[in-house]
């Protein structure tokens, strides 16, 4: 199973399937018209160390599903903002992973090549979109991914598994 996009999740638990109503739906989650649990987001306890020392060394960019503004509007991730060139959002294509194309805007917008990149993924969409982008594809997961360039369980990991993948 991978993660689902916010139209997947509207079209999916409300069953909805005329476009004005799905698009009423979508807004009212961009606006935030209800309170969001911010206190659900877990993060790990590595992600400041591991942030900053990729930073100091690479150039990071985000691909998400979620919608333009999505990310660092939470608040345990609105200090990370000024480590990311480029973040790619819900808005920024027409297909969403596992398609390759949020990945090759990203890819894109960095002027940089499929090849060059180093995906860090921890779905199945992601290694779906990484593969079928041409990246080299870092998976984060306790799920088993032999095709992956590498595979590693534990987040404080990344920054020795890029090193080993670049």
């Known amino acids: 199973m991978y993660q689902m996009t916010m139209l997947g999740v509207i079209q999916t638990v409300t069953g909805a399937s005329d476009q004005k109503e799905i698009d009423r739906l979508m807004n009212m989650g961009k606006q935030r018209d209800s309170l969001y649990p911010y206190d659900l ?3 790990p306890e590595s992600l400041f ?3 900053e020392t990729l930073h100091h060394t690479y150039t990071l960019g985000i691909v998400t599903s979620r919608i ?3 990310v660092f509007q939470l608040p345990q991730l609105a200090p990370f903002e000024k480590y990311f060139d480029c ?3 819900f ?3 027409e297909q969403h992973k596992p398609h390759p194309d949020p ?3 990203a890819i894109n917008k960095l002027n940089v090549l499929p090849d060059e990149i180093i ?3 921890d779905q199945q969409a992601d290694f779906l979109a ?3 982008a041409g990246t080299k594809i870092l998976m984060v997961t306790k799920e088993s991914f032999p095709d992956a360039d590498a595979s590693i369980d534990l987040f404080e990991k990344i920054p020795n598994a890029i090193a080993k993948v670049a």
Do not use: N, Q
């Open 130 to 132: 990484a593969r079928a």
């Open 41 to 43: 987001i877990k993060t």
């Open 119 to 121: 995906y860090v993924g």
């Open 91 to 93: 808005e920024d294509t």
């Open 49 to 51: 160390s591991v942030i």
């Open 68 to 70: 333009k503004g999505g």
């Open 103 to 105: 990945l090759l805007f």
């Open 87 to 89: 973040v790619v959002s």
